[in-house]
């Protein structure tokens, strides 16, 4: 790509990110701006860890994954289990975007069954027209275009299903994708696995393993399954090699932001 651009991935926890994770990698080595941004500061997310400590611990995690893909990443400090869509969260959304100054957002759809993710999709949809009103957070310089916003792929189909606007062969960078959830211990290793309500013996402990464990959990397996679910959309747009597509991720547009033209799409998603 002859033109650098920015792209600004948020979510409401460290290793929620990941979810587009496999474009993210696929812009990066395209020699394009990509940041993560997340809201909460992940001090809830554990069944024996609390607190500052917890919180340590997942800043430590998301430094493991900007030192592994190079990817930058920034987090608002706001309570996990706690993010609300109220006017100071909003305030500190509408900083942080207008600092990075993005021509994409790729964020949560409104519709998710965590409520951090629902309010982080909504603080960015009430960032969204505000961007450009240089008397509505005064004090950090209005942005001058308005960004793209796109939501992340999800299963969710009530009260909308996802609809893949864009879809992406991440076949590629699947491996890399999956390395990058192995980042997060206090997460994939520990807190999920519990939550879910599985037997963390059979959660192996030496490093190797647990990757390979990895692959075959919801975090290496739901790239997959959307290659599944979004076959029709990869064959129409690869041909022949969108029915090999392994892995695939996909985004639906937001109609409060930038409302791009094919010509548009095309340069700033070339792949």
């Known amino acids: 790509m002859d033109t650098m651009y920015r792209y600004l991935i948020i979510g409401a926890h460290a290793d929620d990110c990941e979810s587009a994770g496999g474009i993210a990698l696929h812009l990066k080595a395209l020699g394009q701006d990509v940041r993560f941004l997340v809201a909460t500061n992940g001090c809830s997310g554990h069944h024996e860890m609390m607190g500052g400590a917890l919180v340590k611990r997942r800043m430590q995690e998301m430094q493991r994954v900007s030192n592994l893909t190079g990817i930058p990443y920034q987090m608002l400090d706001l309570p996990d289990g ?32 965590h409520p951090d993710h629902r309010n982080t999709s909504l603080l960015v949809q009430d960032c969204a027209y505000l961007l450009m009103v240089p008397n509505v957070c005064p004090m950090t310089p209005p942005m001058k275009r308005m960004p793209a916003i796109f939501y992340m792929q999800d299963r969710f189909q009530k009260p909308s299903p996802f609809t893949p606007d864009l879809v992406f062969d ?4 699947w491996d890399m994708k999956v390395r990058m959830y192995h980042q997060y211990d206090s997460q994939v290793y520990e807190w999920l696995p519990w939550v879910d309500g ?5 959660i192996p402990t030496d ?16 790239s997959e399954g959307y290659a599944q679910t979004f076959r029709a959309q990869l064959i129409a747009k690869y041909g022949e090699r969108g ?29």
Do not use: S
Not at 213 to 221: A, D, H, P, S, V
């Open 82 to 113: 706690g993010l609300v869509n109220g006017l100071p969260e909003r305030q500190l959304m509408m900083q942080a975007i207008r600092e990075i100054n993005p021509h994409v957002i790729i964020t949560h759809r409104p519709w998710d069954y």
């Open 198 to 202: 599985l037997d963390m013996a059979t």
């Open 207 to 222: 490093d190797e393993e647990r990757f390979q464990w990895l692959k075959n959990t919801r975090f290496g397996t739901r």
């Open 243 to 271: 029915a090999q597509v392994r892995y695939a991720e996909a985004l639906e547009c937001c109609e409060y932001g930038r409302q791009l033209t094919q010509e548009e799409r095309d340069r700033l998603f070339p792949f």
């Open 170 to 173: 991440i076949t590629n960078h």
